[in-house]
Each structure stands twice: as structure tokens, then as C-alpha cells.
């Protein structure tokens, strides 16, 4: 026989795939289930970061944007921005917007934590403000008001209804349908209402101390760069504590979210694409298994090594051309679906459209995951003599070669390479993978141990038990890698367990035991001892907790601007833009002091501060270095006096920068209160604090605490959707290995039945085996899954490790069940095998 070339093994290999694709299907699931799972995340990850970037203007409302706390823009400081373009000013705060007629609420709330907006008459820049009666044609009058559907519908109101603010009475005149820069805007913690600057003035909610936000943005003529606008803004005004943005990144916050939300979710389908990878390999042994005679015929014929490689290796390159082509178009087609379900939960609906990177990158991935795991069984048959071939069922030799191993390692780095090029975080794109690799390893290593102490230990005297602890090293056996499947399906069953239970209990009992009541901001300064008075006589013995309150920002510190920093340093959110301020002559409650100390009550000396630590960390600051802090325009240099650790999870008054009184007492500010009640009804409470301070806003925490439910349930959601896709991953793992051993099953049982078993005995013989794998890897998966889950619920979301063990234990069992119910299951098609018919196949 003539040595064949790619023409002639294609022909042969065709010609063998002609009755479909069976004793295939298990690769074709396999990397099906991981390049559409990829694929899908990419593609919706880009079309929403791609519709951020491109509706930038809309969102931002303009192509600059310049923002600053307790402030307006001074004269200079307007005249110089309108020298850059057509300037638009808006006013935001938060607000209670309370029933003018309070006998007309007497079912429902008189009054609504919103965020209250004023606006000139050059807004938008940029899109429209769209109500039910149309766009907004005529500018706002000060008496009108446009409110949202949902402040229209908690407060029972409608057109044409009064609405009180302050000490200004406002008529509704229409419900807003789209605000075009609601997202750049960012958080908020109600609905919004939008007036005139002079209508927001009427209020009298603007006073010195308040918590306001103004926003200027600015529309730039045709070609004008908005980065050489803001550099040039920020040397004109170095001191001026503005945060700026533009119409590249209108929403930073979101885009980082979803950036980093994409890649944790195309960590964990890589990490489902690696699990299928062994399944992958399974399959193909198994398919290459049930070849053995035609290969060693070929063989015999005169075939080379490189021919049985070349007619395989089109085959398995066919399937797996069929599996990327197809879960790439499912990937892509499931956006549209996925966003279409989410719905109101995205900050903006993407269009339909194809993002080509994503799909190369899933498509790169499916390659070099089937190239790692195909290569060592095709490179067994390639190498194995004739003779071996037909004794493979009862002696394995495993040579690859070093060639193999080579191209392995290859792939390997190519995936690894691909993965932390294009990841936002590489350092955690490798702890992930390095963490996968290393939890394979380890199963790998655990199955080729139970097959070394199977073969060690005493013979048992029951048949059955004697049967299956043989079965575990025989040759043939796939002890390694169904110890992998069973233990990385039930590891994952474990991790989710723990996750989800952990994320409820910190929602349902950690969040509530430690929230005040209610928060209370823009208390007056010279009104705190009247705020008292009412808080004790309506709710006699509540903890009140008060305040001072400003906003800062840290624009230089160790001798360089934070302006001028190429990258900010990993884990310093607090460098972006303002964070709360306050001053205390005492060591503020939820604060534990850690370095330094505390200056006296009566301290009258320059200026000192007292930083969190991990912040003073991140910076690599420390006792006697100075920050510079820009408060209400005013740069103030501080030097850092000590170092606390804060307590966040208290939901109280936290704060980065506490301030020696001395600095900031006769800066204009208010105060904030937390209230627990222990006795009082909350609302009669929230209308006697209102009807004495108008200006105040009340945050009930039941608001907050469902927000921050409802954020954490979707993200969870998110997370168990894809990391389903690796349990699916993992239990094709398991049918492939047991799949790969089914030839070498099928053959003891022909044995076994000819010399006298009944079905019920070989059923209990596999049985035993698998019960006696999942009893050692049941300890094992507890181990690795809870390692895993805390990683998750401690490192990445920075909560309390607090699973249900009723959960995680019930969770683990009902895991054994399942997988021990699919090995059993597969044992059924070999009671099927005619003893007759399977000998003469020998």
C-alpha cells in the first residue's frame, strides 16, 4: 500500500463519517457547550460596552462634562468653559418630594426620597427629554415640575397634582418617559423630578453646607478633542476640585462594571471550556477505541503512522469545525435573547449586531482546547504497533511522544496568553486559571492514586466488592479520569451552594442586624440641638448617631497629582472624584485605630487628617506624610496624623478622611444622622422631622437593603447561568469517561455472563465501584468547593463566609446521587451485549 497524502486521507475519512457523526457527538457537545457559552458573553459584554461608548454624548449629555459638590461655578470659571463651546449648567440633589395636600395621601406615603434636578433652558445638548405628551418644546417655567412614572405612582399622584419641595409648591406637569442622560448620571437612591435652576432655587434646599451636586456640559464644536478640552480646563484651574468626564467614557462606572462582570463570566466559560476539554479527550479515546481494527487493518495494509494521523485527524477536525461554526452562531444569536429577558436591568439596550472579537476569541479558544485534549489519544493510535492495537483491551501502553507533549504545552500557553492579553485584570485572569489548572492536577493526581491503592489493597472476600475494587486498576480502567468528572461536577455543585447561600444570609441577616433605621442628611448646624428634641419626643430611647458631612477630593498625594497619574493604582476607587469628608475631636464609632493617635479635643495646630488604612496602603502613605484634599474649591494640606481600620459592613457613617476639627468646623456644611429605633412609629417620625426641616432628606435602609438585593440576586443569577454550563461541562466529562471504559466494560461483562452473572450482579458490581469513588471524592469536593465559594464570597465580594450547611450538605448529596444515577445508567446499554455475538468480536 502506497503512503496516502491529505486528498486520499480526507476520501477515507469522509467515507467513514458518512453515517453521521456517532461515537463524535460527545466532542461536538462538548465544544459546542463552551464556544457558545464564550461566545454569548463575549458578544453581550461588547454590545453593551459598544453602545456605552457610542451613545456617549446622550448619556453625558454633552461632550465635556464638569462636575463639583457644594458648589457653582464662579464667574472666571463660566466664562472660560463657554470660551470652550455651547454650555448647558444642570443642579442635582436628593430631595423629599412631599404631598402638597397631605389629607389627599392618607393611604399611602406624603413623602418620597427623589432625586430633584433643576435645569437651564439649554438642556439637553444632546437627545431629548422625552414625556408622555410628547419632547420637552418649551423651556421648564419655576412653578412646573416633570416627574417619574415611578415617583408618580409611590406618591399617588399625576398632571396637573401639586408637588412640594422645600419651601416651594410645584404643578406636575407631565411624567417623563426617557432622560436622556439618566445614565451618566449614576447611582441613584430614588426617582427623579426635574424643574428649573430657578425652580430648584425656590425650595431653598440650596444653602451653604448643602449636598449638591452642579453639573456643567459643554458642546464642542466639529474636530475639537474633549481629552485636550479637559487638559486644558485642569491647567487653567488646578485648584478648582473639579472631576471630569467625556463622551468616551459618559459612565465609567458602568463600563467598568460590565467589563469586569464580562470577564469573570468568560473566566468561568473558560473554565467550563477546560472542563469539556476532558471531555473532549474522552470522547475522542472512546471513538478512537472502537477504531482499533480498522486502524491496526490499515495498519497491516502498509498505512503509515502519518496516514492514520491524517484520515483521524480530518475527522475530528471536521466535528470540531461543525461545534465552533455552530456555538458561535448560537452565541451570537442568544444576545438579541439575553438582552431582550433582562430588559430594564441594563442600563442600555444594545442593538442587534455582530462583534467579531469575541467570536475569534471563543473560536481561538475551541481550537486550542480540542487541539490540547485531542492530540494525546490521536497520537496513541498514530504510534501503537498493529500488534497492541488488538491487545489494547488487556494491555495499555500510553506513548505520545515528545512532539506531542510539545504542541501540548503550546496550546496551553497560547490559551493562557490569549486569556490574559485581552482580560481587564490580568493578575486575576491568572489566579483563576492557575487555580483551574491546579484543581485538575490535583484530581488527575487523586484518580491515579485511587487506582495505585486500589491495586495495593487486601483482596476482599465478597465477590462484588472484590469485582469493583478490580475494576479501579484493571487495565482499561478510567479511574483517572471519571475521579475527575465525578470530583469536578460535585465541586461545582458545592461552590454554588455556597455562594448562594452565603450571598442570602448576608442580605437577611448579617445587612439588617447591623443598618440603622434611617438616615437623615442635610441637618442644619445651628438646628442640631431642636433635630434632638423631636428625635426624643417621637422615639424616646432611639441611637442617634450626628455627623458633620462634606464632600473632598485627594488631588495630590507623596508629591505627585492624582490628575496627572497615567493609571490610577489597583484598588484606589476612593482617587475617583469626591468622597465624604467629615471632622470629629474623637475616634469616630465603627473605627478601630491602628497606627498613630488621636489629637486632643481642644487641638488648634495645622491641619491633620486620619486615613483608613487599606487606603494609606494603597497609596503607600503613612504616618507624617501629607495628603492634599480639595474641599468646596479649596485646597487644604493636611498631614496624616494616624491610621484606622473602618468597618464597612456597619452600614453607619464611614468615612476614608476624618479631619482635625480646627480644619473645617467654620466651613460651610450640615450634619447626617443614623437613627436606630428602638420605640416610635418611622413614619410619624420622618413627617415630624420634615415639617421642622424641609430641607433634610430621609433614606429609609429597607430601600437601600433592596437595591442592594436585588443588584447582588442578578449578579448571582448571572453567575450560577454560567457556571451551569460547567456542571453540564462536568457531567460530560463523566459520560465521556465512562463512555471511554464502556468497550473494556462491555467485554467483562460478556465474560462475566458467560461464566454465569446475572445482570443484577454486574449492575451491583458498578455500582459498588462508583459508590466507592464518590465516598473519597465526597470529602474532597466539600474541600475544594468551599475553598472555592469563599474565594468568591470573601475575596471578589468582600462579604462574610456564612453558608446554609443544611444547603451545602444537601447539595453535595443529591450531586452524588445524580452522578452516581448517570454511571449507573450507562451500564445499562451493556446488559444488552449478546454474550454470542460480542465473543465473535474479539
Known sequence: ?????????????????????????????????????????????????????????????????????????????????????????????????????????????????????????????????????????????????VIGQTLADRLQIAPGDPLRYGEATFTIRDIIVDEPDRVGEGFTLGPVAITSIEGLRRTGLIQPGSLYESKYRIRLAPGVDPAATVDDLQERFPSAGWEFKDRDRASPGAFRFFERMGQFLSLIGLTALIIAGIGVGNGVASYLGRKRPGIAT???????????ARIYAVQIGIVTLCAIVTGLAVGALATPIIVTGLGDLLPVAPGISVHPIPLVIAAAYGVLIATMFVLPPLARAR??????????????????????????????????????????????????????????????ALGWGVRALAKRVPRPRSPMLRLAVTNLHRPGSQSPAIVIALGLALTLFVTLAGIQTSLTSEIRTTVPERAPDLFILDIPVAEEARFRQIVDEEANGTELNLVPTLRGTIV???????????????????????????????????????????????????????LDREAAS?????????????????????????????????????????????????????????????????????????????????????????????????????????????????????????????????????????????????????????????????????????????????????????????????????????????????????????????????
Not at 393611604?107 to 430633584?116: I, K, N, R, T
Not at 502498509?302 to 496516514?307: E, I, L, W
Not at 444488552?832 to 474479539?842: D, F, I
Open 1 to 145: 500500500m502506497s503512503t496516502l497524502g491529505w486528498k486520499a486521507s480526507a476520501r477515507i475519512a469522509w467515507r467513514d463519517l458518512s453515517g453521521g457523526f456517532r461515537g463524535l457527538r460527545l466532542l461536538f457537545i462538548c465544544l459546542f457547550l463552551g464556544v457558545a457559552t464564550l461566545a454569548a458573553i463575549g458578544s453581550l459584554t461588547a454590545s453593551i460596552t459598544g453602545e456605552l461608548s457610542e451613545r456617549g454624548q446622550t448619556m453625558l449629555g454633552g461632550d465635556v462634562e464638569i462636575a463639583m459638590t457644594q458648589r457653582e461655578a464662579e464667574a472666571e470659571e463660566l466664562a472660560a468653559m463657554r470660551e470652550t463651546g455651547e454650555l448647558s449648567e444642570t443642579i442635582r440633589m436628593r430631595a423629599m418630594a412631599q404631598i402638597a395636600d397631605p389629607d389627599a395621601a392618607a393611604d399611602g406615603p406624603q413623602a418620597v426620597l427623589s432625586e430633584l434636578k433643576g435645569v437651564d433652558n439649554a438642556y439637553p445638548l444632546y437627545g431629548e427629554l422625552i414625556l408622555e405628551n410628547g419632547t420637552q418644546a418649551d423651556a421648564l417655567s419655576p412653578e412646573d415640575i
Open 298 to 308: 490499515l495498519k497491516i495494509l502498509g498505512a503509515t503512522s502519518a496516514d492514520i
Open 383 to 444: 504510534t501503537e504497533p498493529a500488534a497492541a492495537l488488538f491487545r489494547s483491551l488487556v494491555e495499555r501502553r500510553n506513548p505520545i511522544g515528545t512532539g506531542t507533549i510539545v504542541r501540548i504545552a503550546l496550546a496551553g500557553a497560547a490559551i493562557v496568553a490569549i486569556a490574559l492579553l485581552s482580560a481587564r485584570e490580568p493578575i486575576f485572569s491568572a489566579i483563576v486559571i492557575g487555580a483551574t489548572g491546579g484543581v485538575l492536577l490535583f484530581l488527575y
Open 556 to 610: 495630590e498625594y507623596r508629591g505627585q497629582r492624582v490628575a496627572d497619574l497615567e493609571e490610577l493604582p489597583e484598588g484606589a476607587w476612593f482617587l475617583r472624584g469626591e468622597r465624604g469628608v467629615t471632622y470629629s475631636a474623637v475616634l469616630p464609632e465603627g473605627s478601630e485605630l491602628t497606627a498613630g493617635e488621636w489629637w486632643p479635643e481642644d487641638y488648634d495646630g495645622p491641619p491633620l487628617i486620619s
Open 618 to 842: 494603597v497609596m503607600d502613605v503613612g504616618l507624617g506624610d501629607t495628603l492634599i484634599v480639595s474641599i468646596l474649591g479649596r485646597e487644604i494640606e493636611a498631614e496624616i496624623a494616624s491610621l484606622r481600620e473602618v468597618n464597612w459592613d456597619t452600614m453607619g457613617f464611614n468615612y476614608i478622611m476624618v479631619m482635625s476639627p480646627n480644619t473645617l468646623r467654620d466651613a460651610p456644611h450640615t450634619l447626617a444622622s443614623t437613627l436606630a429605633l428602638e420605640s416610635g412609629d418611622e413614619a410619624q417620625l420622618s413627617r415630624a422631622v420634615l415639617g421642622a426641616f424641609p430641607s433634610v432628606s430621609i433614606i429609609e435602609v429597607r430601600e437601600i437593603i433592596g437595591q442592594v438585593t436585588t443588584l447582588l440576586g442578578q449578579m448571582a443569577t448571572a453567575i450560577i447561568a454560567a457556571a451551569m454550563v460547567s456542571i453540564i461541562a462536568g457531567i460530560a466529562v463523566l459520560i465521556g469517561a465512562i463512555a471511554a471504559s464502556n468497550q473494556a466494560r462491555s467485554y467483562d461483562s460478556v465474560i462475566m455472563r458467560t461464566l454465569g452473572a446475572t445482570r443484577g450482579q454486574i449492575m451491583l458490581t458498578q455500582a459498588i465501584e462508583y459508590a466507592l469513588l464518590a465516598a473519597v471524592l465526597a470529602f474532597v469536593a466539600l474541600a475544594l468547593g468551599l475553598l472555592a465559594g469563599w474565594s468568591v464570597i470573601v475575596l471578589i465580594f468582600e462579604f462574610t463566609w456564612s453558608p446554609d450547611w443544611a444547603v451545602v450538605l444537601g447539595t453535595l448529596a443529591a450531586g452524588t446521587i445524580l452522578t452516581l444515577g448517570i454511571g449507573l445508567a450507562s451500564a445499562i446499554p451493556l446488559m444488552s451485549v449478546r454474550p454470542a455475538r460480542a465473543l465473535r468480536q474479539l
